[in-house]
């Protein structure tokens, strides 16, 4: 699987949109971005995931670049709860069903601020 | 997103020993993982369970050590043989199917966490 880097850390007003970037330079064309969140103690939450096209559900929105190299995960009002690592992901799906696991990378710490 | 349960949910092992987590889902899936997370560090995968045959193990991950089953569509044990203090980390199950409302998303259990003295 291809590689993603992310910044180490951010910080986000309350109430702001919080936008938490990733680079997939080298992703390959079958190759989905996912954004999964793990809060203190806890199993990682999945968020969402898209191929090329933006995604958007309850939780956040998935903006992809025309050239797939990079991503944005927005959270459109932050709130204390959503100080979490998140992770940027890049995952292979089989067109026969199936898919690889999740390599997981150093993630971003994303701290809400009051 | 399916209910996913572990057990024990933490653990105090004796080095040499073994341990024996279960991970049990409220559903049917296709696919369940298991992966590690070692102190401070983000997640290793393990191996993915594979109903009916044998699992498949990521690389540094061997069967001797980390045995897997899967006997049906909502079970699965990993065990961790042999244990020795680096081997404390916290363990999760994760399922995913692959049609309907769990489509390639992977849900993660509590996990078990694992202190090896």
């Known amino acids: 699987d291809a590689k993603t880097t992310q910044p180490p850390s951010m910080d986000c007003a309350e109430g702001r949109a919080a936008n938490l970037p990733c680079n997939h330079s080298?992703?390959?064309?079958?190759?989905?971005v996912y954004w999964y969140r793990q809060i203190h103690s806890q199993g990682p939450q999945y968020i969402i995931h898209g191929l090329k096209n933006n995604e958007t559900n309850e939780m956040a929105s998935l903006i992809i670049t025309e050239d797939r190299k990079s991503s944005t995960l927005i959270l459109p009002h932050a709130t204390l709860r959503d100080t979490a690592v998140y992770y940027c992901?890049?995952?292979?799906?089989?067109?026969?069903?199936?898919?690889?696991?999740?390599?997981f990378g150093k993630g971003t710490h994303l701290i809400i601020q009051p | 997103s399916a209910v996913i349960s572990q057990k024990p949910s933490r653990d105090i092992c004796q080095r040499g020993t073994s341990l024996t987590i279960q991970c049990q889902v409220d559903s049917q899936v296709t696919m369940m993982f298991w992966y590690r997370q070692q102190p401070g560090q983000s997640l290793t995968l393990i191996a993915t369970a594979n109903q009916g045959s044998e699992a498949t193990y990521e690389s540094g991950f061997v069967i001797d050590k980390f045995p897997i089953s899967r006997p049906n569509l909502t079970f699965s044990t990993l065990t961790v043989s042999n244990m020795s203090p680096e081997d404390s980390s916290i363990y999760l199950c994760?399922?995913?199917?692959?049609?309907?409302?769990?489509?390639?998303?992977?849900?993660f259990g509590p996990g078990t966490r694992l202190t090896v003295t």
């Open positions: 992901i890049v995952r292979r799906l089989y067109s026969g069903g199936g898919a690889d696991g999740l390599t």
């Open positions: 080298t992703i390959s064309g079958n190759e989905y």
């Open positions: 994760s399922v995913e199917g692959t049609g309907g409302s769990l489509s390639y998303e992977q849900y």
